[in-house]
């Protein structure tokens, strides 16, 4: 049976999603935008906050659903430019050092909220 996931400590859904479904044991998030829930909007600066606060908020909700990022099994990350692959590759791989997750990138023309970064993922729960 699916279970609705819900982060207290991430941004709220800006549209008709939830922040995460759980099935059996394996958890699929939305895309998480770079939005600090304390401040209320879209972090300052470029890509390299934009990515931390993206992979901050898609942390809080794998541990919402009882995973962890050390449980992210693959991530889909979507960046409104190209060009800042390799800034990106210098945040994520602060977040994931070892045993790093499947992953696919892209660059997309538009993203919501004119933001820089989008980051989803499947996770387990242990």
Known sequence: MKKIITANTAPDAIGPYSHANQFSNLIFTSGQLPICKEKGGVVNGGITE?????????????????????????TTCYLSDINDFAAFNNVYSDFFKTDCPARSCFAVKDLPLGVKIEIEAIAYCK
């Open 50 to 74: 934009q990515s931390q606060q993206s992979i901050k908020n898609l942390k809080a909700v794998v541990e919402a659903g009882g995973g962890s990022l050390e449980t992210v099994l693959k």
